[in-house]
């Protein structure tokens, strides 16, 4: 029984101890050759829903939230009790001597008294950890849908640029063998080669900027570089009316995660307010303590350890808590006027875009008819080149402002769904972590 009680002891202390493994860092990329699921073609939804689940940023971002999930965890514990072990060993032979001890056992009472604010900001700032990653969920998501756009209309724009640009190729050859033959003039043959090398650099440009969206978006989803990834033709979003607008503003405060998690940052500051303040009374140790000397006498004993806030220290935490949470506060009334100026940008800026893409919706099937007429024309021989040219490039030209004006409505109306708290897909829509 003597030797069972010490190994039991340290079977229980061992048992809530942590041990330390090695986590090596990765060897090679991570990157997926393939989507999850069907191979069918990718709705903005879906490639949305798979960005947030599968993002390396969200991934680090979860990563992070997670230590300061536990700093907040950490600053709301009870203060720990300090105890105190000695002994005292006689080196001279004497009779009655006996090997002497003392223990003590003492608490900070201060911590005590400002165990509930500490305990309060620990929670507000666990939350504020926890509503800062929504919040760059809901980032991820509207990335995810405007490079979902950019790369649709992009691809577009470039494709038909490059049959415009290929067109036109084609005439400034015929240009310059009548300009070798007498049968044009020099700046007829210059213009339609500097107009063919444009079109042909439009076309290049945009194939890049096509290039570019796919690399970001593959980056988001975790593909590698040729993975398949087929995505859904776009519409047009659904319009928001100003009713919905002001509606949605007037709640936006109690539904996104930023602002949320700046009310919840504001409360854990009125918290350290709270405990600076309680902490300009005098700090107490109380301890309890026993002991016995070398002589064989036993004694009790109470200590008490005071702390004297006289020159200054104290107040001057009290005043630097202070003016963070006036900062704070003017953090917080910044973000909320810049919801609202943003909110209504982009509903005026959305609104001329949508009027500009209904004009060339409806001039367009007249551009592209006199296009087809003019391409007969232009084969039978009864059409200049340089009007044929001129039909061409007017069309190419109309048709990539289309398609500039679909992708930068897209990206405003996502951005106006994640200002309005009205993103593209729900938190309840994400695959679970």
């Not at 009548?178 to 043959?189: S, V």
């Not at 490039?393 to 109309?398: C, E, F, G, I, K």
């Amino acid at each position: 029984m003597r030797h069972a009680v010490p190994v039991l002891v340290l079977s229980i202390a061992l048992a809530g101890c942590a041990f330390y493994r090695p986590a090596p860092l990765p060897a090679a990329p991570d990157t997926a050759a393939t989507m999850p699921g069907p191979a069918a073609s990718l709705d903005m939804a879906a490639v949305a829903r798979e960005a947030v689940a599968r993002s390396p940023e969200l991934a680090a971002l979860r990563a992070k939230s997670e230590v300061a999930e536990a700093q907040a965890a950490a600053s709301g514990l009870l203060p720990e009790p300090q105890l105190s072990l000695s002994g005292d060993h006689p080196t001279v032979h004497m009779p009655d001597l006996t090997n002497g001890y003392a223990m003590g056992l003492s608490e900070d009472l201060q911590q005590l008294l400002t165990f509930p604010s500490r305990l309060s900001a620990a929670r507000a700032s666990e939350a504020q950890s926890k509503l800062d990653l929504l919040w760059n969920e809901w980032q991820v998501v509207e990335r995810a849908g405007t490079l979902y756009a950019q790369k649709l209309f992009l691809d577009e724009k470039a494709a038909r640029l490059r049959r415009t640009a290929s067109l036109m190729l084609r005439q400034a050859d015929h240009s310059q063998a009548a300009l070798a033959a007498g049968n044009t003039t020099l700046d007829l043959a210059g213009a339609d080669l500097s107009t063919a090398l444009d079109l042909s650099g439009q076309a290049d440009s945009a194939a890049r900027d096509a290039l570019a969206a796919d690399a970001g978006l593959r980056m988001l989803l975790v593909l590698k570089p040729d993975a398949p990834l087929q995505l859904a033709p776009l519409g047009d979003p659904e319009p928001y009316t100003r009713e919905q607008v002001s509606e949605a503003l007037a709640t936006v405060d109690k539904k996104r995660p930023d602002l949320l998690a700046l009310q919840a940052g504001y409360h854990a500051q009125e918290e350290n307010v709270r405990t600076a303040i309680l902490q300009q009374f005098p700090a107490i140790t109380l301890g309890f303590n026993r002991a016995s000397d070398t002589t064989g006498v036993q004694t009790n004993g109470l200590a008490l350890t005071v702390n004297l806030p006289i020159f200054g220290g104290v107040q001057n935490t009290i005043r630097l808590q202070r003016a963070t949470r006036t900062q704070l506060k003017a953090e917080y009334q910044t973000r909320l006027n810049q919801t609202e100026s943003d909110a209504w940008r982009l509903y005026a800026e959305m609104s001329l875009l949508r009027d500009q893409v209904t004009l060339l919706e409806a001039k367009l099937p007249e551009f592209e008819r006199m296009g087809e007429v003019g391409q007969r024309a232009y084969i039978a021989g009864d059409l200049p080149a340089a009007t044929y040219v001129i039909l061409e490039t007017s069309l190419s030209a109309r048709l990539s402002e289309l398609y500039d004006l679909k992708s930068q409505l897209w990206s405003d109306t996502l951005a106006l769904h994640s200002i309005l708290a009205m993103p593209l897909i729900a938190p309840a829509e994400v695959p679970p972590k």
